[in-house]
């Protein structure tokens, strides 16, 4: 099993681009959720996905879009990148309530 | 609301000496608590849990938390470290619906020979 995994591992964007990031888990989880991680903050919250057609906000929502497309895939997207969203983004699954949530490798975005 | 405050940013500890590293939460709804690792360019990778029962969790590598209601504190020990157990450290705190945690600002271990 490969776990979660996400795509691409770098990405360099200049302001106003846009991009999606993607990720895939195998473990046959309900909920899949989108981090950002930035120096000090610990891991933030931008959105979730509790099951298969169901997504919502998190802590920091802003300027981001996500599409749950399957059981599998849940991408993040950027429609208009800003330097405020360089950051490292991290995908994660679980099963149902309060258990463990497994991280995806990360993806490291930086918007010049 | 939950909150979560780990409350050394960074921890310089010399090779084979004890460590603990502090992680206070703060929560209305049960608690379940979370030790994960962070190896430098990587994802993060759990350590240990506390969902219920035994208030003392053993994990992987040597570490142990304690969970302690009282004090509302969830701290991470290992009594003899490695150079490779060099990483950030987070503490995370579930409860809420549909397995969300809140995440703690992270600790760097740093072990020196």
């Known amino acids: 099993n490969a776990g979660v995994t996400q795509t691409p591992k770098f990405q360099v964007l200049k302001t106003g681009q846009s991009m999606t990031l993607q990720c895939a888990q195998d473990m046959n989880h309900n909920s899949m959720y989108w981090y950002r991680q930035d120096p000090g903050m610990g891991l933030r919250l931008i959105y979730y996905?509790?099951?298969?057609?169901?997504?919502d906000k998190g802590e920091v929502p802003n300027g981001y879009n996500v599409s749950r497309l399957n059981k599998r895939e849940f991408s993040l997207r950027l429609e208009s990148a800003a330097p405020s969203q360089t950051s490292v983004y991290f995908c994660?699954?679980?099963?149902?309530?309060?258990?463990?949530?497994?991280f995806g490798p990360g993806t490291r975005l930086t918007v010049t | 609301a939950q909150s979560v405050t780990q409350l050394d940013s960074q921890v310089p500890v010399f090779e084979e000496a004890p460590v603990e590293l502090r992680c206070n939460y703060s929560s209305s709804v049960s608690v379940y608590l979370f030790w994960y690792v962070q190896y430098p360019n990587q994802g993060l990778q759990l350590l240990l849990k506390?969902?219920?029962?035994?208030?003392l969790v053993k994990g992987i590598n040597g570490f142990e938390a304690e969970f302690n209601k009282s004090q509302t504190s969830f701290h991470l020990r290992k009594p003899s470290v490695h150079i490779s157990d060099t990483a950030e450290y987070f503490c995370?705190?579930?409860?809420?619906?549909?397995?969300?945690?809140?995440f703690g600002q992270g600790t760097i271990l740093t072990v020196h020979p």
């Open positions: 996905s509790a099951s298969e057609g169901t997504t």
């Open positions: 995370a705190l579930g409860g809420t619906s549909y397995g969300k945690l809140t």
């Open positions: 506390y969902l219920s029962g035994s208030t």
């Open positions: 994660a699954s679980s099963e149902w309530e309060a258990y463990e949530q497994y």
